[in-house]
């Protein structure tokens, strides 16, 4: 097995950084959140999503194969020190059954140029924005949500996140506490954001998919406005399962919301980079 520890040979030093592993937190037997080192000149936008890798395992030959690489959302704000990701653990997975095994001080590769349509700028200006996702697609809205200029933008700022069980609620806690120990947004969070968890496979207070939320109205529960999308006032941004993702879509279009892109802005959008 590769040693993670020993220094890396990056096989194309213009497209990959060779960093150090800071923390892991192992949330159950399939989730785990890693932070790494941030070079100095790494600069993103909250919601992009960047490659991360590790050695190819050598062959028979004696010859190590290709770098494995993967597209990770980064899950720290814009203004933080080290970047953190979530993930799945995959067993045979070529990447993340070997990525759960890395410990802190173990190198990782890490892609130069983030990148992704999950950011304000691909966004038109509006009253409330909804952060709606599944499982590991919470990791861009951890960023977005902890930007000092999403609260300038919009009045509330919704994170729905939608699970099997309830372990699988990564930064619950964090997320429950309205983000109060954030260094940047802690004031504005209190008043402006909201959190809304929901488990289908185990009791919970909230036991529903993420559409039927917005189609009982439950999702807007709280807030100011009407209860549905509004194509005047209501952005949103989705990642998760492909499956939600083209349900939510189709009723955000429905109502008459138009995707948005990097280039075109509108009143939703989707990281097309993670869908089928």
């Not at 990148?115 to 966004?123: I, R």
């Not at 919704?158 to 260094?183: C, I, N, S, Y």
Request: charged letters at 25%; proline letters at 6%; hydrophobic letters at 45%.
């Amino acid at each position: 097995m590769t040693d993670l520890r020993a220094p890396v040979l990056i096989p194309d030093s213009t497209a990959f950084h060779s960093v150090a592993v800071t923390w892991v937190r192992h949330w159950n037997e399939h989730l785990f959140s890693f932070a790494v080192e941030r070079p100095a000149s790494f600069r993103f936008r909250s919601g992009e999503f960047v490659m991360i890798g590790l050695p190819g395992v050598e062959g028979e030959d004696g010859k190590a194969a290709k770098p494995v690489m993967r597209a990770y959302s980064i899950a720290s704000p814009a203004w933080a020190e080290e970047l953190e990701f979530l993930s799945i653990k995959v067993p045979e997975g070529p990447l993340t059954g070997r990525l759960q095994q890395i410990e802190t001080g173990d190198q990782v590769y890490l892609g130069k140029k983030p990148t992704g349509t999950l950011v304000l700028d691909a966004l038109l200006g509006g009253r409330r924005l909804f952060l709606l996702s599944t499982g590991t697609g919470l990791a861009p809205f951890l960023s977005v949500a902890r930007d000092p200029d999403v609260y300038e933008r919009f009045d509330e700022v919704v994170v729905v996140h939608g699970v099997r069980r309830v372990d699988d609620l990564a930064w619950r806690e964090m997320l429950e506490a309205k983000l109060a120990e954030d260094p940047l947004v802690s004031e504005q969070a209190a008043t402006q954001f909201r959190y809304l968890p929901t488990v289908t496979r185990e009791d919970f207070p909230v036991q529903a998919r993420i559409p039927a939320l917005i189609e009982d109205g439950r999702l807007f529960d709280g807030l100011g406005g009407e209860a549905k999308f509004d194509p005047e006032n209501d952005r949103v941004m989705l990642c998760g399962s492909t499956a939600m993702i083209r349900e939510v879509a189709g009723m955000l279009e429905q109502r008459g919301l138009v995707e948005g892109s990097n280039a075109n802005p509108g009143q939703f959008v989707i990281e097309r980079a993670f869908v089928d």
